[in-house]
């Protein structure tokens, strides 16, 4: 199955084709990259491999969540060429494909067993706050982890439910470096698992997709890290 891969949920993001056991990928290093040079890497990628963007076969995206400009450029992108080739879109959770890197390099073993632990992960959300979510590793589901509800917490109050032994990861974590000084009885899991990598996307929705399922691309949405200013001002006002 030829499969692109997006990732833009944060400033900086990747890109990468998946087909017959072969991967090309693209990392943006630098913040702001994503709608200069996305079109350009896609098209990289899928030539690395041997076929066009036209010729795909599974889109997958990260639908968040994510800050709101980077995260809208790759959404839209990936349903774009979704309806240009009909191609089927698969919309994937960037705090299941974290939980998925970070048991990885933490516990490789305990995922054969299905002994992995909780993984909670946070995305710094702004003004003090992380946007943040515990995966449960289930070995009968289909991908493996189920993550709970989303919410907005202020750092300091999140660091402080973690119980002695939880396993941390997600973006935020390069932010709380002070602050996880005082939790040193936290698990943190290496910074090479705290961001979604477009390969991983891409495996994760190739399982999906080899299930049955898959996505209506008029109904992938970004999901954002929080309301946007102009939506919290409306809804102060209407209260």
């Known amino acids: ?33 994503h ?20 010729a795909v076969d599974l889109v997958a995206v990260v639908r968040g969540p994510g800050s709101f400009t980077s995260l809208r450029v790759g ?69 493996g982890w189920q993550v709970g509800p989303a919410q907005l917490f202020l750092a300091a109050d999140w660091l402080a439910s973690l ?9 935020a974590l ?3 470096t002070e602050q996880l000084v005082n939790r040193p009885d936290l698990v943190l899991s290496p910074s090479t698992a705290w961001t979604p990598l477009a390969s991983e996307v891409g495996a994760l929705a190739i399982q999906r997709a080899a299930a049955g399922e898959s996505d209506d691309p008029s109904l992938v949405l970004p999901e954002y890290l929080r309301p946007s200013y102009a939506d919290e001002k409306a809804s102060l006002s209407s209260r």
Not at 37 to 50: H, I, P
Not at 101 to 113: C, E, W, Y
Not at 123 to 134: C, H, L, N, S
Request: hydrophobic content about 50%.
């Open 35 to 54: 709608g200069r040079r996305l079109a350009t890497a896609l098209r990289d990628v899928a030539g690395e491999l041997g076929w066009s963007p036209a």
């Open 174 to 176: 390069t932010l709380l």
């Open 163 to 171: 119980a002695p032994g939880t396993c941390i990861s997600g973006p």
């Open 75 to 143: 959404v839209t992108t990936a349903k774009a060429i979704a309806w240009a080739s009909g191609a089927k879109l698969l919309g994937i959770s960037a705090f299941e494909v974290i939980a998925r890197q970070t048991a990885v390099h933490i516990q490789p073993s305990a995922l054969s067993n299905g002994t992995a632990p909780p993984i909670a992960i946070a995305y710094d959300a702004g003004r003090g706050e992380v946007f943040a979510a515990t995966a449960v590793f289930f070995s009968d589901t289909l991908l």
């Open 1 to 33: 199955m030829k499969t692109l891969a997006i990732d833009s949920s944060l400033s900086a993001g990747s890109v990468a084709a998946l087909w017959n056991g072969r991967l090309a990928q693209r990392i943006f290093p630098v913040a702001g990259e």
